[in-house]
């Protein structure tokens, strides 16, 4: 079954956040995932939340997406903490369930060998993600086989763009192996609550 | 169309060879005696075909060099698989758009003037790039490296050696896919090959007229094969602090490689048709004996055009070396290359059209001050002008017929009207910074973009054939040349120029 996921906004120093999710994590004993949304790619911060930054001249703002069920259990207990300087109740300033992730890619290859590896990347994605408004151009040139000097053309190119799209936590890890690919573009995943 | 070309490059090489063969003694016992009056017979030969040509020629008339030098600048970046099918048809409509009319109008004058930079500049040139092509296309270098800065660094050092004996076309072909082999497994690698393309397929090739087209033909018009040495000292400061930033630049790249997919630990390197480094001798030793015997084995009559005899000699040595390697090479070295006559047909079909087009810019640019380019002869005054004036241009236009343009302006500056035998042993004497900086300028400001010079788009698309991800026209410019380049091109300037 697909595991929820929310987006949380936390407000607080980046290490006392990271620590006490991880700290919680361990002490319950069981397995949550939880990603930083800009350590993992995800549009994060509103126009108005980074004026709001560079106005307070504040770096407290940490955007986190998580399961809800971490989530849940964070909250509740917050609420039974007593206010510290570190963490507290008041230290979530917003939560959001998140229905589904999606992010653009394009790529560009001379290569036939890198164009096979592109292409099975997209054709065998990861379970419940989809591939969206995809447009691979693959152009054979065989005249322009060879070294050029004056005139280049490429014998092979394939170019494209596309839209993948499915839950957050696949879209994250699939992000990840298309950025590794140094072919490929990514831009930054955009969440739909 | 090609056919057409085929078949009149063919023409011009008969023409240019065959008297060689029936009049080579007779020129040598007639150039024994004769050698010294020969210098001072070319004022003759020119005063006799329209030495005013330059005076009298409207600027205009070179507008097809600036269309041909704009073609070959553009068509690449915005129809690229159009220039590759038509490149030769564009080059012929140049050339014949400047050709009708001039022969129309010049009838005679025209007619040698075409066969003159034919005979003297442009098929010496094919030759010598033909041959280097073919030699250095014979040797393969084996085998897998690390992929480590110090590694990269030392191939890079090595090319840029190189490049001035086998020039920068046979040094980028010679080691661009050893250095793609060593960095496959790395992520950071786009650096590594901007950084051959500054040093290897540009300013490596420096030092003598084999390095880079440019300073062949200085060559061709009676520059010493190693008065390009006198560029050393700024070379060795171009490529010092180049080397230092890539290393720099290397090193910090490299820790963050993930080394788990490093491919080979200690890999080696071997060379297969090693043979070839003999053949290069070879041409290094023809051309070194046509600059020494210049003027002293006398000279032929070909159409009505006086070509030195030892030059003839020096291209017949030039076309042996050539064959002996294709003969002596093994059919799986060059297959290992990916060796194909395709670059050097641009070549031969691109320059036919530039070497056309060029006669009016330089017979104006050689009447100085009595030419339509006075204004650019008067406002390139000082070394550091001449330094940034061709080096801009070479940045963006072919850099051979630039700094042919240029080493005109300044015959024009400081010897107008005297014959170029006679103008060019004063300017490597008492103009050397003039000199110095034109060939600098021409030879190391085609790095800063990717249209400066041939090598530099041939190692690109290798580089992207292998699944690198080069940089755009303009990312190679605003990531690599401007921030790295420029700042040691004002540097240079404030050292030498």
Request: net charge neutral.
């Amino acid at each position: 079954m697909t595991k929820q996921y929310s987006e949380v906004v936390f407000e607080g120093p980046y290490s006392n956040i990271r620590g006490f999710i991880d700290g919680f994590i361990a002490g319950s004993g069981k397995e949550f995932a939880y990603f930083f949304s800009d350590n993992a790619g995800v549009k994060a911060e509103t126009m108005s939340e980074v004026l709001k930054e560079w106005i307070s001249l504040s770096n407290k703002i940490h955007h986190v997406v998580m399961e809800s069920d971490l989530l849940d259990k964070i909250k509740k207990s917050l609420e039974k903490s007593v206010d510290s300087d570190s963490l507290n109740k008041a230290s979530i300033k917003s939560a959001k369930a998140i229905k589904s992730a999606s992010f653009r890619f394009k790529f560009n290859t001379y290569g036939r060998k890198y164009g096979d590896d592109i292409k099975k990347l997209l054709e065998k994605l990861p379970g419940g993600l989809s591939l969206k408004e995809y447009a691979p151009v693959e152009k054979v040139d065989k005249d322009a086989r060879g070294v050029e000097l004056y005139s280049p053309a490429h014998e092979y190119s394939f170019e494209g763009t596309g839209v993948i799209a499915g839950p957050v936590d696949e879209a994250i890890a699939f992000r990840k192996v298309l950025d590794d690919h140094p072919l490929v573009d990514v831009a930054v995943i955009n969440l739909e609550f | 169309m090609k056919r057409v070309l085929v078949i009149f490059l063919a023409l011009m090489a008969v023409m240019y060879l065959a008297p060689m063969a029936v009049s080579i003694g007779l020129a040598a016992n007639h150039g024994i005696a004769s050698a010294d009056a020969h210098a001072a017979g070319a004022p003759e030969e020119a005063a006799a075909h329209g030495s005013n040509l330059g005076s009298e020629l409207p600027l205009w008339t070179a507008l097809p060099f600036a269309g041909i030098l704009l073609s070959i600048a553009l068509f690449p970046l915005v129809a690229p698989h159009f220039w590759h099918h038509h490149f030769p048809k564009v080059s012929a409509a140049w050339a014949l758009a400047f050709a009708v009319p001039f022969l129309f109008v010049y009838r005679g004058d025209a007619m040698y003037e075409i066969l003159h930079i034919y005979i003297v500049d442009y098929i010496p040139f094919i030759i010598l790039l033909w041959s280097l092509f073919v030699i250095s296309g014979g040797i393969y270098v084996k085998g897998t490296l690390k992929g480590s800065p110090a590694v990269n660094a030392l191939i890079i050092l090595i090319g840029t050696a190189l490049a001035s004996w086998i020039g920068t076309t046979g040094a980028s072909m010679l080691l661009i896919r050893p250095l793609i082999r060593s960095n496959a497994w790395r992520k950071h690698k786009v650096h590594t090959i901007v950084f051959f393309i500054f040093l290897v397929s540009n300013i490596g090739g420096t030092l003598t007229p084999l390095g880079d087209p440019p300073l062949f033909l200085g060559f061709l018009h009676g520059v010493p094969f190693f008065w390009t040495f006198k560029i050393l000292p700024e070379m060795l400061v171009a490529v010092g602090i180049l080397m230092a930033v890539y290393f720099a630049m290397d090193s910090f790249f490299y820790k963050k490689e993930d080394k788990s997919g490093m491919t080979t630990e200690n890999g080696t390197i071997s060379i297969e048709g090693g043979i070839n480094f003999l053949l290069l001798a070879g041409v290094i030793g023809g051309v070194l004996f046509s600059g020494i015997y210049q003027t002293k084995l006398g000279h032929v009559n070909i159409l009505g055009v006086h070509q030195n005899t030892a030059n003839l000699i020096k291209d017949a040595i030039l076309v042996v070396m050539a064959f002996l390697s294709l003969w002596m090479t093994k059919k799986a070295v060059r297959a290992a290359n990916e060796f194909s006559w395709f670059p050097i047909k641009e070549v031969a079909y691109l320059f036919a059209g530039i070497f056309m087009t060029i006669i009016p810019a330089l017979a104006i640019l050689k009447a100085g001050e009595q030419g339509a380019l006075a204004w650019l002869v008067k406002a390139v005054e000082t070394p550091a002008h001449y330094f940034w004036a061709t080096g801009a241009l070479s940045s963006f236009l072919d850099n051979a017929p630039t700094y042919l343009t240029f080493f005109n302006s300044q015959l024009g500056k400081f010897y107008a009207g005297m014959p170029e035998a006679v103008a060019v042993p004063k300017l490597i004497v008492d103009q050397i910074p003039y000199l110095a900086a034109v060939s600098a300028g021409a030879v190391f400001m085609g790095a800063n973009t990717y249209i400066g010079n041939a090598p530099n788009f041939m190692v690109k698309s290798i580089a992207e054939e292998s699944g690198i991800p080069m940089p755009s026209f303009f990312g190679y410019m605003f990531k690599y040349s401007i921030p790295i380049l420029i700042p040691i091109f004002i540097i240079l300037t404030l050292l030498f120029f």
